[in-house]
């Protein structure tokens, strides 16, 4: 057992369910060796408090806040040391002729309590009440900012406008 101190246990919790880590990380950091590098870090930093798990069987969710806490943190680090390489706020989305990097860039510039709805809505294909355990907010809470983000996007990209019109679902939701 993992909270015992058996590190094959703590092993097999982390790599069963790499793929998916692995693509939430890639969500956040968009590039495979800063999502492996946030990844590594999420893993040393869960097993250092392992002993603070409360419930064992929401490992995967304790596991997942970390290293959602890992990519913020690394994405605020990289801001600091590299300020002159962000792109101007309002002509960055106008500048981004493929589709997917316009809603990328329309993602990233939603606020982060947004961006995580999204990410783990529309990229990993959670349930509201998934993502409600995993940030810990009550579900009313995750579709009303669900509800704000998506009006956001559409307000950023354009409802029908600009090659997204397809994007839009008939029930309004974001298809990515």
């Known amino acids: 057992m993992a909270l015992s101190g058996d590190d094959e246990a703590f092993f097999r919790l982390v790599t069963d369910d790499r793929e998916r880590l692995l693509r939430i990380a890639y969500a956040y950091m968009k590039n495979e060796h800063d999502a492996l590098e946030a990844i590594q870090e999420a893993t040393c930093r869960a097993y250092a408090k392992l002993r603070k798990l409360k419930e064992p069987s929401l490992f995967l ?12 943190d690394e994405q605020k680090r990289k801001r600091r040391m590299l300020p002159m390489l962000r792109l101007p706020e309002g002509a960055a989305i106008d500048r981004l002729p493929d589709e997917r990097l316009r809603l990328d860039a329309a993602i990233a510039k939603l606020a982060p309590h947004y961006r995580h709805i999204i990410i783990l809505k529309y990229y990993e294909d959670m349930t509201l009440t998934e993502i409600a355990r995993l940030l810990e907010k009550p579900d009313g809470t995750v579709k009303t900012w669900l509800n704000k983000a998506l009006k956001k996007l559409r307000a950023d990209l354009g409802e029908g406008g600009g090659g997204f019109h397809d994007r839009w679902g008939e029930d309004g939701t974001l298809r990515i």
């Open 61 to 72: 969710t304790w596991y997942t806040r970390i290293l959602i806490n890992c990519c913020i």
